[in-house]
């Protein structure tokens, strides 16, 4: 894939927070468990979280959305610093009205 994200990489990530929210309910859920009666139709049914081909190249795209605009305005700051690499502190800069307008 050209200037952009590979979607197989994309989908990785979601997979491994989905599985990672999974297991932060299961743990509050046993927690919530705890001194509670059993009855019936107090287990879930264990669902898997996927994201079709589509899904992923809105997500690919989104994120080469975002991350660009994030590279330009930061890159105006430092311009204006008159430096000429992108810092962390030119992100750091920009991001609460980069995370606003997205």
Same mark, same amino acid.
């Given at each position: 894939?050209?200037?952009?994200?590979? #979607?197989?990489?994309?989908?990785?990530?979601?997979?491994?927070?989905?599985?990672?929210?999974?297991?932060?309910?299961?743990?509050?859920?046993?927690?919530?468990?705890?001194?509670?009666?059993?009855?019936?139709?107090?287990? *879930?049914?264990?669902?898997?979280?996927?994201?079709?081909?589509?899904?992923?190249?809105?997500?690919?795209?989104?994120? *080469?959305?975002?991350?660009?605009?994030?590279?330009?305005?930061?890159?105006?700051?430092?311009?204006?610093?008159?430096?000429? *690499?992108?810092?962390?502190?030119?992100?750091?800069?920009?991001? #609460?009205?980069?995370?606003?307008?997205?």
């Amino acid at each position: 894939m050209e200037n952009g994200f590979d #979607p197989d990489f994309i989908h990785a990530i979601f997979k491994r927070v989905w599985s990672r929210k999974s297991l932060e309910r299961e743990a509050n859920e046993d927690v919530e468990m705890v001194g509670a009666e059993v009855g019936v139709g107090t287990s *879930k049914k264990k669902r898997f979280t996927t994201a079709n081909s589509n899904a992923l190249k809105l997500s690919c795209e989104l994120l *080469k959305l975002f991350v660009t605009e994030a590279v330009n305005r930061a890159a105006i700051i430092a311009e204006a610093e008159g430096i000429s *690499k992108i810092e962390a502190t030119h992100l750091e800069r920009i991001l #609460p009205q980069l995370l606003l307008d997205f």
